[in-house]
């Protein structure tokens, strides 16, 4: 089996390749024989230069995995003829620009026991992550009261809003499209399940934003990209934005023009357009980046920078020049700070004449 990324070559030298899968164990592996797994697997990554993330829980395995594209080739048929597991399902492949696993060879959890590596300690992922296999259950079985219950719990035993967006909610999204990728739900339970998703992320509580970052009054536009149904993003940012002060409003574009026509009618100091957050969208760049060339034309006398966001960002598929724009938010927390500092600096550059 080939992995389908010898076209790399047509990319910056310093891009690598990512693939994940996901499989059944044949054999219930115990507690050592994981540990062994992990061990072999960081001495074979070392050597590769591979970097990556594995998971191992209630017989299934999921792995992600990074790096020169030679690399993974030689290691995807070692992983393909390996009689430990089976069923093995390629979920997604492709380029990228940087490594989201750069520091760990083979970061390691399995749900049998507790994580015996840093995983959930290690880069913010804590014990919020470790929820989204049972937020996805209830998720698609439709239990809005449970949903309700499990977020109205993590707001009793403190935790804060951004936390529970950024490690619970934005996590369960993609894992309800990798749900939907590999046939396991409908199109119908996606687009009920991210709804969902929605209304529990309005329902948590964020710490109050501190006065002095509400003095400035930016006003932002939060716009789907032309034509994209899932909404996720950008309708948690509203909140977050509104609650930061900014003068918020929201468009959902059947079209380029039809942006353009909002853009120059408003003129807002920041524009952020989103992808769906469940699904990676590659196949949109080229008409993302023509969205953001149309709407920089749409207001040419106005500052506006330009945002954007979606799964394709946040699994650092792409980044802000792959589409021409000024940032690209890999999760709607801590946004609002990231574009109020660049409205700052664009407002401080020299304007030519």
């Not at 006065?211 to 009054?217: C, F, I, K, V, Y």
Request: charged share 20%; proline share 5%; with cysteine.
């Amino acid at each position: 089996m080939s992995i389908g990324l010898e076209n790399s070559v047509a990319n910056p030298v310093n891009w690598t390749s990512s693939i994940s899968y996901q499989s059944k164990a044949t054999a219930r592996p115990t507690a050592a024989d994981l540990r062994e797994l992990t061990w072999k697997a960081k001495t074979r990554n070392q050597t590769l230069g591979v970097t990556g993330m594995l998971l191992y829980d209630n017989g299934r395995f999921f792995q992600t995995l990074e790096g020169p594209p030679a690399s993974l080739q030689t290691l995807w048929s070692s992983i393909s003829d390996d009689r430990r597991h089976s069923d093995i399902e390629i979920l997604s492949e492709h380029i990228i620009p940087t490594r989201l696993f750069g520091e760990w060879d083979m970061l390691s959890y399995h749900g049998d026991e507790q994580p015996y590596t840093a995983m959930l300690a290690a880069k913010a992922r804590h014990e919020l992550t470790a929820q989204v296999p049972d937020l996805i259950d209830l998720v698609l079985n439709g239990d809005d009261l449970g949903i309700n219950k499990r977020i109205a719990a993590l707001a009793e035993d403190g935790w804060d809003g951004n936390d529970v967006i950024k490690h619970l909610i934005e996590p369960t999204a993609r894992a309800l499209g990798d749900a939907w990728l590999s046939d396991d739900c409908t199109e119908l339970d996606l687009t009920i399940g991210l709804s969902m998703l929605q209304l529990a992320g309005h329902a948590v509580r964020h710490t109050p934003t501190p006065a002095a970052l509400r003095n400035n009054r930016y006003s932002i536009l939060l716009a789907s990209a032309p034509g994209e149904a899932h909404t996720l993003g950008i309708s948690l940012m509203a909140d977050l934005f509104t609650d930061a002060g900014w003068h918020v409003d929201m468009a959902f574009p059947d079209s380029n023009q039809a942006l353009s026509n909002q853009l120059a009618s408003q003129k807002p100091d920041a524009l952020d357009i989103g992808l769906s957050d469940a699904l990676p969208r590659q196949h949109s760049l080229a008409n993302l980046r023509e969205t953001i060339e149309r709407s920089r034309f749409a207001a040419p006398d106005q500052l506006t920078v330009v945002s954007v966001g979606g799964r394709l960002f946040a699994d650092a598929a792409a980044t802000a020049d792959n589409v021409g724009a000024d940032h690209a938010r890999k999760t709607v927390t801590g946004t609002t700070i990231e574009i109020a500092e660049l409205i700052r600096q664009k407002r401080q550059e020299p304007r030519s004449r």
